[in-house]
C-alpha cells in the first residue's frame, strides 16, 4: 500500500518526520540509469528539510549519523514525487521514495 505526500504537504511533512521520528535509516539511490548504490545503512536520522534554493529549483536534505561521527548529508535535486510505502502487517508506512530528476 503506498500513499503520496502532495506536493504542499512536503514541508510540514518535513518537519513532523523531525519532530516524530527517532530511529535508523538506510539511504539507498537508484539512478534512472538502473543502478544503485547504499550511501547509508541503520543510521540515526538527525534532520530532513525542504530547501528552497531558487525560484524553480528544491532540494530535500537528509542528514544521518552517529552522535560521534560527522554526518553525512545527502541532497535530492528538484524532488518531483514523495511516496511512502507500508512494507509488512505493522500498518504503518516505514518507507520513503523521495523521486527526483536525477534518480529515486
Known amino acids: 500500500m503506498t500513499m503520496e505526500i502532495p506536493q504542499k504537504m512536503w ?3 518535513c518537519r513532523r ?6 530511529g535508523a535509516v538506510s539511504i ?11 550511501l547509508a545503512e541503520d543510521v540515526p536520522l538527525r534532520s530532513v528539510a525542504l530547501q528552497h ?35 509488512g502487517e505493522s500498518g504503518r508506512y516505514n518507507h520513503v521514495a523521495i523521486l527526483a530528476e536525477a534518480g529515486t
Open 11 to 13: 514541508q510540514p511533512f
Open 17 to 22: 518526520l523531525n519532530d516524530l521520528y527517532r
Open 28 to 38: 539507498r539511490l537508484a539512478e534512472p540509469s538502473g543502478e544503485k548504490k547504499s
Open 53 to 87: 534554493q531558487n525560484e524553480c529549483s528544491d532540494a530535500v536534505i537528509v542528514e544521518a549519523g552517529r552522535p560521534d561521527e560527522r554526518p553525512l548529508q545527502h541532497q535530492i535535486i528538484e524532488p518531483i514525487r514523495i511516496v511512502l510505502w507500508q512494507d
